[in-house]
């Protein structure tokens, strides 16, 4: 599904200024002989475009639809570029972003691991000396019981 959204963003003070204000005569009021140009009312200046001369109106009809169809085709295949291009640009963040994530996970994985070899380092040096005490503990009590005796 293609949405399309266009934003014109046009002055008020332009906008308004062609609009005749609806004053309506007496005669124009008599709906008996009304045209249907009376209902219409001017397109402000900000919205009309150039339109070629009136000449053959079949030519210039199938031209309108020829310029509209262009114009579509062209718009269709500018949205359509944009889109892929928006899509690549997407999926290149997406990829620079899970590479950051990768390195990100390596380095505290690499660093957790550095934690833990110092954490059981420091718990070996603990036991070893702790045994080295107990030991000289036991050589002194050692001696004491052989000195008894």
């Given amino acids: 599904?293609?949405?399309?959204?266009c934003l014109y963003v046009v002055p008020m003070d332009s906008a308004c200024e062609d609009i005749p204000i609806n004053r309506l005569s007496s005669d124009e009021l008599n709906w008996s002989k009304y045209t249907p140009d009376m209902?219409?009312?001017?397109k402000p200046t900000a919205l009309k475009s150039v339109l070629p001369p009136k000449g053959n109106q079949k030519n210039?009809?199938?031209?309108?639809?020829?310029q509209k169809q262009c114009?579509?085709?062209t718009k269709l295949q500018k949205w359509a570029s944009e889109k892929a291009e928006f899509a690549s640009m997407q999926k290149n963040c997406l990829?620079?972003?899970h590479?950051?994530?990768l390195c990100h996970l390596q380095e505290q994985?690499?660093?957790?691991?550095?934690?833990?070899?110092?954490?059981?380092?420091?718990?070996?040096k603990l036991l070893?000396?702790?045994?080295?005490k107990k030991m000289e503990l036991l050589q002194l009590e050692n001696k004491k019981l052989q000195q008894k005796l």
């Fill in 1 to 5: 599904m293609l949405s399309i959204l």
């Fill in 39 to 42: 209902l219409r009312t001017p």
């Fill in 60 to 66: 210039t009809d199938s031209c309108r639809r020829q």
């Fill in 71 to 73: 114009g579509l085709t």
């Fill in 95 to 97: 990829l620079e972003e």
């Fill in 99 to 101: 590479r950051l994530k």
């Fill in 109 to 124: 994985h690499t660093l957790q691991q550095e934690l833990q070899k110092q954490e059981f380092q420091f718990r070996q």
């Fill in 128 to 132: 070893l000396e702790e045994h080295n």
